[in-house]
Nanobody, 124 residues
């Protein structure tokens, strides 16, 4: 069974930083992509960033470019999301998710497995 566990959320002031972690286990397939998503109550889940197992290609939505960085540590089976210059509008529950196949996607329905989420709150 595939399991994803997020950690690293918390409360920060605007302009601060957080580093989220996603520890993955229980899968053996080589081709996959892992994405970070976020969701505030009453809003749709939004794709934020994605990294592919094929060549490590990374993708970001425009609102986080230059502020967020996705990376992976294959030895630890962990994906990270470094978030700098945080803004109040970044406040959300952040989820990591895994899809089979290495093509990147911002669409939640294309992902097969999800973590439990970690809360990020940015105060003004």
């Amino acid at each position: 069974e595939v399991q994803l566990v997020e950690s690293g959320g918390g409360l920060v002031q605007a302009g601060g930083s957080l580093r989220l972690s996603c520890a993955a286990s229980g899968f053996t397939f080589a081709d996959y992509a892992i994405g970070w998503f976020r969701q505030d109550p009453g809003k749709e889940r939004e794709g934020v960033s994605c990294i592919s197992s094929n060549d490590g290609s990374t993708y970001y939505i425009d609102s986080v470019k230059g502020r967020f960085t996705i990376s992976s540590d294959n030895a630890k089976n962990t994906v990270y999301l470094q978030m700098n210059s945080l803004k109040p509008e970044d406040t959300a529950v952040y989820y990591c998710a895994l899809k089979r196949g290495y093509s990147a996607s911002y669409y939640p329905i294309e992902y097969d497995y999800w973590g439990q989420g970690t809360q990020v709150t940015v105060s003004s």
